[in-house]
């Protein structure tokens, strides 16, 4: 197959499926991990698609997200480090806010060897997980019901507002470069404004595709956040600004 040929059907897998893997295109086109390595290279200098750690992406628009079926198949391993890390730093009988994502959904995972832990979220997902645990207590707040098991709008807003808890474990959609949280459902943004301003700390999990992924909605910025978990260190603009905002970086595996 000829180099432009194997291009455009990289950007047909990565469009169709919103992230691919480098290992899963080597063994589509039958050629060498460092031959999809250049070929991600040379489109993502193109502006084609976005390049990651282990493989690409494909951004549509700053309007509207992924699809949840989609993004709950990509970056397995990295959410998955992720959420180690952030369960490793969650005492045992805490209590938290978990707002809506799929990398959310993995800390919940990480978080059922602990105990006595005490859970307030806005995503029926979550819920679902730890409510499996006989020790822990799972609240769940009221609203409008999205497709994704997300729960959103201004009585789910209202609901976190009675609350103070321990630790706010939030996710988001994507970090600009001056440090502003990005999100695509600006009621989903008002339930996380309330979950991060109700909590004493703030536990941000973004793995390294949300670094100068855009969003239309202003959420919040990075000086509000304690801690920030990701899957490798970020290129320096936002290593920079994360330093400056006096947020500790910890990056997974």
């Given at each position: 197959?000829?180099?432009i ?32 390595r ?13 390049r ?6 494909y ?10 079926s ?29 707002n ?5 959904e ?13 859970v ?9 997980i ?21 729960v ?11 609350f ?22 600006f ?7 309330a979950?991060?301003s109700?909590a ?13 992924r855009?969003?239309?909605n ?20 936002y ?15």
């Amino acid at each position: 197959m000829g180099l432009i040929l194997r291009h455009q059907q990289t950007i047909e897998l990565v469009k169709a499926r919103g992230y691919i893997s480098i290992d899963e295109l080597a063994q589509h086109f039958n050629v060498t991990p460092q031959t999809i390595r250049r070929d991600i290279n040379q489109l993502a200098d193109d502006g084609l698609l976005r390049r990651y750690h282990g493989g690409a992406a494909y951004d549509s628009s700053s309007v509207a997200n992924t699809d949840y079926s989609m993004r709950a198949g990509q970056l397995l391993e990295e959410k998955r480090r992720i959420a180690e890390a952030v369960a490793k730093d969650v005492p045992d009988h805490a209590s938290i806010f978990i707002n809506i994502g799929t990398t959310t959904e993995a800390i919940a995972q990480a978080l059922l060897q602990h105990s006595g832990l005490k859970v307030i979220t806005n995503n029926l997902n979550v819920a679902k997980i730890l409510s499996s645990k006989a020790d822990f207590e799972v609240m769940i707040a009221s609203g409008r019901v999205r497709p994704d098991g997300g729960v959103i709008g201004q009585a789910t807003a209202d609901f976190f507002k009675q609350f103070k808890v321990d630790y706010a474990l939030v996710g988001i959609s994507g970090i600009d470069q001056d440090g502003t949280l990005l999100d695509f459902d600006f009621q989903e943004v008002g339930v996380s404004q309330a979950i991060i301003s109700g909590a004493r700390q703030v536990f941000l999990a973004a793995d390294s595709s949300k670094f100068g992924r855009h969003a239309m909605n202003r959420l919040a910025s990075l000086d509000q956040v304690d801690r920030i978990y990701t899957d490798e260190m970020p290129e320096k603009i936002y290593a920079d600004r994360i330093k400056a905002s006096d947020v500790k970086l910890v990056v997974a595996g």
